[in-house]
């Protein structure tokens, strides 16, 4: 059965204090690994999609990477704007369901 | 900028009447999916469609969960009887294709008392 693992759970961090976020997978056939930012009351916003092992995607202060069990996103020198709960996704097997792990909650404290 | 509009943003009813929520898609993406997300359990998928064609809906209680799409700008998704258990917040996703990136709704809130 496909799964999606997020850790840590919630994680705190000080403005400009460096940490990554772990999704770690089990997949047939991964077809995709895609990265999303919730904010409070809204729907999940697209981030990033990572296809295949040593793939790396940058977004401003975000960087996504993939190996073939999980995938890492850095946050560098975060700011009290990155606060949010980050979600992972996979996509493969015989089917298109994305499926999505619990997230990580992050805040970063002024 | 294109967004995945739902109806309606917040709703409570009690236990057993139906409750239909509504989604319409971004212009031009031919794949929806309707979320489900609980503190508990997350982001779980309860059906999707191509081009207007259920693909899956495996994920919802079939005797009171259906999954619609009239038309390209309309998908409905109702629950009849509803029950507490349903308290959740629904998500409605679209996407060019089936590998593509998903835009999501900002959700319905809905109350089963």
């Known amino acids: 059965e496909d799964q999606v693992t997020q850790s840590p759970e919630a994680l705190r961090l000080q403005e400009g204090e460096s940490s990554s976020l772990n999704c770690s997978y089990t997949?047939?056939?991964?077809?995709?690994l895609f990265w999303y930012r919730q904010d409070p009351g809204k729907g999940p916003e697209f981030l990033f999609t990572?296809?295949?092992a040593g793939e790396e995607k940058e977004k401003e202060r975000l960087k996504a990477t993939l190996t073939k069990k999980e995938s890492f996103l850095h946050i560098t020198a975060p700011k009290p704007e990155d606060s949010a709960t980050y979600l992972c996704?996979?996509?493969?097997?015989?089917?298109?369901?994305?499926?999505f792990g619990t997230g990580t909650l992050l805040a970063v404290q002024p | 900028d294109a967004r995945v509009t739902q109806t309606p943003r917040d709703k409570v009813t009690e236990m057993g009447q139906e409750v239909t929520m509504r989604c319409q898609p971004i212009?031009?993406?031919?794949?929806v999916f309707w979320y489900r997300q609980t503190m508990m359990q997350g982001l779980e998928l309860l059906a999707y469609?191509?081009?207007?064609?259920?693909?899956?809906d495996s994920g919802m209680p079939k005797d009171r969960f259906s999954a619609e799409m009239p038309d390209a700008t309309l998908a409905t998704l109702k629950i009849q009887p509803s029950e507490p258990r349903d308290s959740a917040v629904y998500f409605c996703?679209?996407?060019?294709?089936?590998?593509?990136?998903?835009?999501f709704g900002n959700g319905t809130r809905l109350t089963v008392t």
């Open positions: 996703a679209s996407g060019f294709e089936l590998g593509s990136p998903l835009h």
């Open positions: 997949v047939s056939g991964l077809r995709g």
């Open positions: 990572l296809y295949s």
């Open positions: 996704a996979v996509r493969g097997g015989a089917t298109n369901k994305l499926i």
């Open positions: 212009l031009g993406h031919n794949t």
């Open positions: 469609f191509r081009n207007r064609a259920p693909l899956d």
